[in-house]
């Protein structure tokens, strides 16, 4: 076991720290940083009782640095190789108000980093252990309890998870698959979809973040072509969903319906297409040379609204496609 005193004090955030802290959703204030030489292999999480939460990296900068854990509260679960060396940050966040006779815990404390005993691993924690979903429709209960996330794995939707768990699909046709979704616990989670054979060659074709209430995400499929879905909890989370996948007819590029122009002069666009279908936002300045401007997925009510700030929106064509 290994303690280390976090003196916060005037720690600050160093530009581009938030984008691997919580994805600048949790209001952090500062961060530390520590370098730990694992002596043997072994599952290790790391603890603190400060208002802080750890995050554990390989990498030697911050342009470079890959989640090596994951998060259960504000502790970091990881699984350590020897003579690995690990970069441990501990950030400090906005304490929430505690009312009496609650007290909140010390400013100051020790950051814990121990080796521990955690239970058995999901069968398809791994992505090489992806677990095979054969046809459409499928049923199936993601359960990431007790998982972990691997390194070089991307953040689903864009969120830091790290408990995932991994299904692999080949589609019997093209058509319309509809992922959709319902937990069985008031957790937020992610869900995702690539094309690919290996972690570090995935291309995203749709991902979506879910509240605690469930929803769909959609995409279009080819025929023979074999998708790779991955299942995570927000920020941690462990839950299980129910997943049914069906396969229909083909997702149609959602239409602008409509476009507003706020005082600012930020654009809104109104779109209008199938719930859960990812999209793609597309700009041109001459009709012939197109970019991309956001990608998005359409809500449940079959709707999404975009906003193009004033400093990019000017005389500027827009069009969507499916992702």
Do not use: C
Not at 99 to 104: D, I, Y
Not at 160 to 180: M, Q
Not at 243 to 248: A, C, P
Request: aromatic residues 12%; negative net charge; without cysteine.
């Amino acid at each position: 076991m290994r303690d280390w005193p976090l003196p916060f004090g005037a720690a600050t955030l160093e530009p581009g720290e938030l984008a691997h802290l919580g994805n600048g959703i949790i209001p952090l204030t500062g961060s530390l940083w520590f370098l730990w030489t694992a002596p043997r292999n072994g599952p290790v999480q790391v603890t603190s009782r400060a208002f802080a939460t750890a995050f554990v990296f390989l990498g030697s900068t911050l342009d470079t640095v890959s989640p090596a854990g994951s998060l259960l509260g504000r502790s970091a679960l990881f699984d350590a190789e020897a003579g690995v060396t690990y970069r441990i940050a501990a950030a400090e966040f906005v304490p929430p108000p505690f009312p009496p006779p609650f007290t909140p815990p010390p400013p100051f404390d020790f950051l814990t980093v121990q080796y521990a005993r955690t239970p058995s691993r999901p069968a398809n924690d791994d992505f090489a252990d992806a677990e095979l979903l054969t046809g459409a429709p499928v049923t199936l209960t993601g359960d990431n309890r007790f998982a972990t996330r691997e390194f070089r794995e991307p953040l689903h939707a864009g969120f830091y998870g790290g408990r995932s768990v991994w299904w692999r699909w080949t589609a019997p046709r093209t058509g319309r698959v509809r992922l959709i979704t319902t937990p069985r616990s008031a957790r937020g989670y992610e869900l995702a979809v690539y094309r690919g054979s290996s972690l570090t060659a995935l291309t995203p074709v749709a991902a979506r973040t879910f509240s605690d209430s469930g929803g769909d995400l959609g995409f279009n499929s080819e025929s023979g072509a074999q998708y790779r879905i991955a299942l995570d909890g927000t920020y941690g989370a462990e839950l299980q969903v129910d997943i049914e996948l069906t396969l229909d007819g083909v997702v149609e590029a959602p239409q602008i319906a409509s476009i507003r122009l706020d005082a600012d002069a930020t654009i809104q666009l109104h779109l209008r297409g199938t719930a859960g279908a990812s999209f793609m936002l597309e700009s041109s300045i001459d009709l012939q040379n197109w970019g991309d401007e956001q990608r998005g997925t359409i809500d449940f009510w079959g709707r999404q609204s975009v906003l193009i700030p004033a400093a990019t929106a000017e005389h500027k064509f827009f069009r969507t496609r499916t992702e």
